[in-house]
């Protein structure tokens, strides 16, 4: 069973930066899907970045260049760098891990709990 922990968080003024990072425990089947999603209060939750199944990153609209994921497949980790944070980046930020289960013949999902990220005016 594969567990996410998010971590780095936190409340940072606009035009600043974040890094998040993303640690997964156990086995990670093949073929896979991993990134970041979040979702503010009352929206519906977004995906922000996520690595495909060809291992290629993908981008949300409304990152427009400000963010940057990387992944270390040795560690298992995803980190999402943010700059030029606005205000609209607020948000809780989720781990995602979409891996697909040939013992089970089926997609399985992992989420992350959760980082909050505010970001002032």
């Known amino acids: 069973q594969v567990q996410l922990v998010e971590s780095g968080g936190g409340l940072v003024q606009a035009g600043g930066s974040l890094r998040l990072s993303c640690a997964a425990s156990?086995?990670?089947?093949?073929?896979?899907?991993m990134g970041w999603y979040r979702q503010a209060p009352g929206k519906q939750r977004d995906r922000v970045a996520h690595?495909?199944?060809?291992?290629?990153?993908n981008y949300a609209d409304f990152v427009e260049g400000r963010f940057t994921i990387s992944r270390d497949n040795a560690k298992n980790t995803v980190d999402l760098q943010m700059n030029s944070l606005k205000p609209e980046d607020a948000a809780v930020y989720y781990c995602?891990?979409?891996?697909?289960?040939?013992?089970?013949?089926?997609?399985?999902?992992?989420w992350g709990q959760g980082t909050l990220v505010f970001v002032s005016s």
């Open positions: 995602y891990l979409k891996h697909f289960s040939y013992g089970e013949g089926r997609w399985l999902e992992v």
């Open positions: 156990g086995t990670i089947f093949r073929p896979n899907t």
């Open positions: 690595f495909t199944t060809s291992g290629g990153p």
